[in-house]
């Protein structure tokens, strides 16, 4: 093969690279498009590709309106289950890990946990929940989310834990550490990536969910996409409100994306590869 | 004696220790996973509605309902078959999006970025988007299309009956292609190196190399990813409760759509109790004998 | 006649400069060996033969056509890899059948020369196996197995033995040896291992950040290195370079510590001032047994292996080992008396590296 050819084929690699990407990302540039175009300009037809300019207006009204609380709320729930879900989940899957606890069953339980289409147990979770009287508050959103990430949690971190060689950890007995500190001082560290990366795919699920939201809020804890969908009304749509509302909850994502692109292909390659 | 001190003990005890981590996990899944489940069950032989609340044992009425029920199967055949359109085209193009990125290239980490976005975003955000994309009249796909024919089309995407699954399909092949691009990336990376030299030299054809070492190299991650990707479609649920809700009538109806309908709408407690159970028993039984496939191809 | 030919070869990956102006002529036949530490350009120069990397410039040629346009599977070439690179999916059989498959060959003609090179590598009973079902050195005849069968111009071996371990690496080494002298076709063979290098070559070629440092028959190289890399490299335990100073006259050596012995080899080319870099192989050191001896050391550490024993000791700062006979007392802390054989030690300059 001579240089030649080869350029062509990086040029021609490169101009395909190009155009799915912008096939990728249209969607979501519309999306953009739409959260600071002028009424006049979403309404305009044929449509406005490009916005004449950078109008907040479709933001401002959220937050006059309180609507970006939803935001905040989404941002509460994520973070809070994410730590807890992480927490619990690094020692139980350590623990089954480390001491084969529950043997196979106990694992493949857990996991088959996460098959179960939320739709089917909803129900029964929304009497727990109003028995409990946590519906419609942080409390019981953020125990939900804990509750239903653990079983991905727990699986994720079996396989990092497990590639953590065994004499590291006796090595530290050895010198004198408990378990418990054996846990924290040299498994957690020798586990941060996979930790982070995990913890990343935890929250950007939560971050996420809208079924769950849908049920088990009201008014006081509604996250950021049941907001969404409220503007789709019978009568008529509100596309600012929309465009903005969605954009508050993509913005963190391409943030996610753009500092912790490692890690989200680590945790998606991994779920496949290792499990 | 303190507590403190013997949850120090317990923690030093190898037997007490190993229970103590995996408590709290246990503890919430048993509440969040088993009891519903149980409730599930129960409620499924009782006889729950809006106006009743039948709790004596109703026998299997509800699962002698399922079978007359044509709203579910047709709300089964929908989810059965889009699940059958999507993913062999998010495979394809998963593969083609994988080999295009397997040897490097400059930029290409921006690239992955981008194309990795749509996987990473709310549901919801990507079916209102599809929906304004899809929009017949402000909506810029009808303006592609009708440049590209040259000619003004109107084309109600969501609402045409012949036109809203098209549309639902390319919302969701446009987030979750990625998943399986990253996945099948993965996969073809580790694909031994020395292997397909050994193949080169040994001057295997395309088709020969890619028969005989690559796809049983990924087979067993491709083989993972689909059904976690099966198992998604199955719940397939924000992205139609924005797009259609699930209309035009019950056209768009998947099964967590209509279970959602029975339950929150109809208040059908104990009937859609029985429809949950049934999709749980399939998906189970499902998941069980690909997983023997496996181990027996294996 | 496919002899192969290198032409000033020369390898860039971006900014680094991998083999630099090689050229070599490979006669029919020849076995021989690429030898060098790690990152020497090696494993590099293989590759391109191979055509698995392509070279920055110069050429190759195999039977007087020029290869360097043609992949891989046109070059007629049979490669064994280190990792092996056994297809996991497909039994023994298929591996080995491969090549032929791809090139299209009938069943019979592949049935027939899957038999004959199982026979020949002994393999035949773990035909219908998987490569993973095999220990090290099976798949390692299977992986030359799969070259052998097809009737190459040339074969390439990247470290082949590199993942046996000690004992099997000995035997294979043999095996080798015999299969070159049988199937009398070319062998390039790359190793970082200065015993395979001597005792598979006919020709050892010796390379250095990409350059050929010497290259000839193995006790050639052995015998009379060109340079101190060359010495050192080849040998174990490696040669000791010891810096002395020629007294005036020439008749004797002075060595750091104020030790002098009578010299009595022969310097071509006089270095200036008198100084320079002694190498003495531990094998031409022996216990002085009469009255004379050449030097005196403090013996620090005795190492027997049964059939020889090392003993080490510091010569003016320089750490020494010197190979002695296992049925003379040696023992630690004590002082000896040695012998040199002069004849056979060499010369460096001291600036250069380069053998007088």
């Given at each position: 093969m001579n240089r030649g050819a080869k350029g062509w084929r990086l040029a021609a690699r490169l101009a395909c690279a190009v155009a799915v990407a912008a096939m990728f990302l249209f969607p979501i540039y519309w999306l953009a498009a739409i959260s600071i175009k002028t009424p006049e300009e979403i309404f305009a037809y044929p449509p406005v590709w490009i916005p004449s300019g950078f109008r907040l207006d479709g933001y401002a009204t959220l937050f006059r309106d309180g609507d970006a609380w939803a935001v905040w709320n989404s941002l509460v729930t994520a973070g809070v289950s994410t730590v807890l879900a992480m927490v619990i989940g690094f020692i139980a899957a350590y623990s089954i890990v480390r001491f084969r606890t529950g043997g196979d069953h106990l694992a493949i339980w857990i996991i088959s946990q996460r098959m179960i289409p939320p739709i089917c147990v909803a129900f029964p979770i929304f009497l727990l929940f109003v028995s409990l009287r946590i519906v419609d508050t942080y409390t019981g959103l953020i125990m939900l989310y804990t509750a239903f990430n653990l079983p991905y949690v727990i699986w994720m971190m079996r396989g990092f834990i497990q590639e953590i060689p065994l004499e590291l950890e006796q090595s530290a007995l050895v010198d004198g550490l408990s378990r418990w500190a054996v846990l924290w001082k040299v498994v957690l560290p020798m586990s941060r990536a996979g930790f982070f990366a995990t913890a990343v795919f935890t929250f950007i699920f939560a971050w996420n969910d809208f079924l769950f939201a849908l049920i088990l809020?009201?008014?006081?804890?509604?996250t950021y996409p049941v907001q969404v969908t409220g503007?789709?009304?019978?009568?008529?749509?509100?596309w600012s409100k929309i465009g903005a509302m969605s954009m508050l909850g993509v913005l963190p994502m391409i943030f996610v994306v753009g500092t912790m692109q490692r890690f989200i292909v680590r945790g998606f390659s991994m779920g496949a590869v290792k499990g | 004696m303190s507590q403190s001190t013997s949850i120090g003990r317990a923690l030093d005890d190898e037997r007490a220790f190993k229970y103590l981590l995996i408590a709290p996990a246990v503890f919430v899944i048993l509440l969040i996973g088993l009891y519903p489940f149980i409730k599930l069950i129960l409620t499924s032989f009782q006889n729950i509605t809006m106006f009743d609340d039948d709790r004596s044992f109703n026998g299997f009425i509800h699962y002698a309902r399922l079978f007359g029920d044509d709203r579910l199967w047709e709300s089964l055949l929908h989810t059965a078959a889009f699940t059958a359109a999507a993913l062999p085209i998010e495979i394809l193009l998963g593969y083609l999006l994988a080999l295009l990125f397997l040897d490097p290239m400059p930029l290409k980490r921006l690239f992955v970025a981008v194309i990795l976005l749509p996987t990473v975003i709310s549901p919801i955000v990507a079916g209102s988007t599809w929906r304004l994309m899809f929009d017949h009249r402000f909506g810029p796909i009808n303006q592609i299309i009708a440049f590209l024919a040259g000619e003004e089309v109107k084309l109600l995407w969501t609402v045409d009956p012949f036109l809203v699954w098209p549309a639902i399909l390319v919302a969701e092949v446009w987030q979750w292609t990625p998943f399986m691009f990253l996945i099948l990336l993965a996969a073809l990376s580790n694909v031994d190196r020395e292997q397909l030299e050994s193949a080169q030299i040994d001057g295997a054809s395309w088709l020969m190399t890619f028969r005989k070492i690559v796809l049983p190299a990924i087979t067993p991650v491709l083989f993972v990813a689909v059904l976690i990707r099966a198992l998604d479609l199955v719940r397939l649920f924000d992205v139609i409760w924005t797009m259609t809700g699930g209309g035009p009538g019950t056209r768009t109806e998947t099964i967590s759509i209509y279970a959602y309908q029975m339950a929150f709408r109809e208040f059908e407690i104990s009937y859609s109790s029985a429809i949950a159970f049934l999709v749980i028993f399939a998906l189970t039984a499902l998941v069980i004998f690909a997983l023997r496939r496996v181990e027996i191809a294996r | 006649m496919p002899n192969l030919q290198l032409r000033n070869v020369d390898k860039f990956y971006g900014g680094v400069h991998a083999v630099k102006d090689v050229s070599l002529e490979v006669p029919e036949g020849e076995f021989i060996v690429l030898v060098g530490p790690s990152g020497c350009g090696k494993s590099t120069l293989l590759r391109s033969i191979a055509g698995l990397e392509e070279i920055s410039s110069g050429d190759i040629a195999l039977g007087g056509r020029s290869i360097v346009d043609l992949p891989p599977r046109d070059r007629n070439i049979a490669m064994v890899f280190q990792s092996y690179a056994l297809y996991p999916y497909l039994t023994v059989y298929e591996n080995i059948a491969f090549g032929l498959r791809a090139r299209k060959f009938s069943d019979g003609d592949i049935e027939r020369q899957v038999k004959w090179a199982s026979e020949m590598l002994a393999i035949g009973d773990y035909l219908q196996r998987y490569p993973r079902e095999l220990s090290g050195g099976q798949r390692q005849r299977v992986a030359i197995g799969r070259a052998i069968v097809r009737e190459a111009d040339l074969f390439l071996l990247d470290?082949?033995?590199?993942?046996?371990?000690a004992k099997l690496r000995d035997g294979m080494r043999e095996e080798i040896k015999r299969l070159h002298k049988q199937l009398k076709k070319t062998f390039i063979y790359v190793t970082h291992d200065q015993i395979e290098a001597m005792t598979l070559a006919e020709r050892i070629v010796l390379l250095r950040d990409g350059i050929v440092e010497q290259q000839g028959a193995p006790l050639e190289l052995f015998e009379r290195p060109k340079n101190l890399f060359v010495a050192g490299f080849l040998g174990s335990p490696s040669m000791n370079f010891i810096e002395v100073e020629l007294e005036e006259g020439g008749a004797a050596l002075r060595l750091p510590d104020g030790q002098s012995l009578a010299w009595t080899g022969s310097l071509t080319l006089a270095p200036e001032n008198g100084e320079f870099i002694w190498g003495v192989r531990p094998e031409h050191f022996s216990v002085a047994s009469g009255e004379s001896s050449d030097l005196e050391a403090l013996i620090e550490v005795v190492q027997p292996t049964g059939s020889r024993t090392f003993g080490s000791f510091s010569l003016a700062g320089t750490h020494v080992v010197a190979e002695l006979d296992a049925r003379t007392e040696v023992a630690a802390d004590r002082k000896i008396a040695l012998n040199v054989d002069m004849e056979r030690t060499a010369c460096f300059d001291k600036l250069t590296g380069e053998a007088f």
């Open positions: 809020t009201r008014s006081d804890v509604i503007y789709f009304g019978s009568q008529s749509t509100f | - | 470290e082949p033995l590199s993942n046996l371990d």
